[in-house]
Every structure is written in structure tokens, then in C-alpha cells.
């Protein structure tokens, strides 16, 4: 089963948080990852999540973790995905796609119509993974003004 293991994520898991982000990032030319200055809720990702009315899940891996996926509560519904990241080794079998769903079913228990992402324009397979899932390009992008200039595409799925 793809989410054996999958547990809600404590701020000690910021290191090994950060290794897979950074790894996933270092896949794409241009991707800069600074946490401290752009990602702060890395640093202590459990306290972050739950003081803004959310969760992050990680699946751990010995001391690694494998893959990881939040929710982030918004002030209105729909509630947002965030944190999406599966290590390499671990892609095409399936977790990416258990995880979503477990994000939706937490949306869904939490009474949320929908969920909505947002996702680097680089990140194709992304792309490819969330519109199999029924996530639809809202045609909404943002700039972030980051290290990376990161361009942004918004991507919105109905829960009702």
C-alpha cells in the first residue's frame, strides 16, 4: 500500500523535510531553494500547519522521508494543497496519487468544496499527475519574486 507509514508531520522532521524538497528542486534548472528566507514553515512545519488551521503528512524512509503533502486552512473554502513532493525513487508507483487522495479526504471531512494548488509552471509531471486526478488549470498564474522567479499556475478541483 502506497501511504504505509504516512504520518502527520512534528517539527523535527524539518531536516529531512528540507533534504527532499531540496532534492526534488535540484531536478530543475533555476530552482533555488531558501528556506529560511522564502520557506520559513519548513523550519518547523508541524507548528506552522496546525497554527494556520492545517496539517502536513509525511511518509517516512529510515531517517528520510519519502514523500510529503500538506493542506492549508484558507479563510474561506476552498481549502489549498501544499507541500506535494515524492522522492525520486519512490515516483510512478502510486504515492503521489494516495496522497491527493488523502488530502481530499481530509478537505472533505473538514467540509471544504473544493481544493485548489498552485504549481511551479516548470514542474510538468505535476501538471500531468494533478489534471489525471481532475485538477483544472484555473488559467491564474503569480510570480513570486523569489530566487528561483518562480512563475506560478493555479489549478482548482471540486469536492461537491
Same mark, same amino acid.
Given at each position: 500500500?502506497?501511504?504505509?507509514?504516512?504520518?502527520?508531520? *512534528?517539527?523535527?522532521? #524539518?531536516?529531512?523535510?528540507?533534504?527532499?524538497?531540496?532534492? !526534488?528542486?535540484?531536478?530543475?534548472?533555476? !530552482?533555488?531553494?531558501? $528556506?529560511?528566507?522564502?520557506?520559513?514553515?519548513?523550519? %518547523?512545519?508541524? #507548528? +506552522?500547519?496546525?497554527a %494556520?488551521?492545517?496539517? =502536513?503528512? *509525511?511518509?517516512?524512509?529510515?531517517?528520510?522521508?519519502?514523500?510529503?503533502i500538506?493542506?492549508?486552512?484558507? +479563510?474561506?473554502?476552498? *481549502?489549498?494543497? *501544499?507541500?506535494?513532493?515524492?522522492?525520486?525513487?519512490?515516483?510512478?508507483?502510486?504515492?503521489?496519487?494516495?496522497?491527493?487522495?488523502?488530502?481530499?479526504?481530509?478537505?472533505?471531512?473538514?467540509?471544504? #468544496?473544493?481544493?485548489?494548488?498552485?504549481?511551479?509552471?516548470? $514542474?510538468?509531471?505535476?501538471?500531468? =499527475?494533478?489534471?489525471? =486526478?481532475?485538477?483544472?488549470?484555473?488559467? %491564474?498564474?503569480?510570480e513570486? +519574486?523569489?530566487?528561483?522567479?518562480?512563475?506560478?499556475?493555479? $489549478? +482548482?478541483? #471540486?469536492?461537491?
Amino acid at each position: 500500500m502506497p501511504l504505509d507509514g504516512l504520518r502527520e508531520a *512534528v517539527d523535527s522532521d #524539518s531536516w529531512a523535510l528540507m533534504a527532499l524538497i531540496g532534492a !526534488c528542486w535540484a531536478e530543475y534548472p533555476g !530552482c533555488i531553494v531558501d $528556506f529560511a528566507g522564502e520557506y520559513p514553515e519548513v523550519l %518547523a512545519p508541524a #507548528s +506552522h500547519y496546525r497554527a %494556520a488551521g492545517g496539517a =502536513l503528512w *509525511v511518509v517516512p524512509e529510515g531517517e528520510w522521508i519519502a514523500a510529503s503533502i500538506g493542506l492549508a486552512a484558507g +479563510h474561506d473554502q476552498p *481549502v489549498e494543497l *501544499v507541500k506535494l513532493y515524492v522522492a525520486k525513487h519512490r515516483r510512478g508507483r502510486g504515492l503521489g496519487q494516495a496522497l491527493v487522495g488523502y488530502v481530499e479526504g481530509q478537505a472533505r471531512e473538514r467540509g471544504a #468544496s473544493g481544493i485548489e494548488l498552485w504549481s511551479d509552471t516548470r $514542474f510538468h509531471d505535476a501538471h500531468r =499527475l494533478y489534471e489525471r =486526478l481532475g485538477y483544472r488549470p484555473t488559467g %491564474a498564474t503569480r510570480e513570486l +519574486h523569489d530566487l528561483s522567479e518562480t512563475t506560478e499556475y493555479a $489549478f +482548482h478541483k #471540486s469536492l461537491a
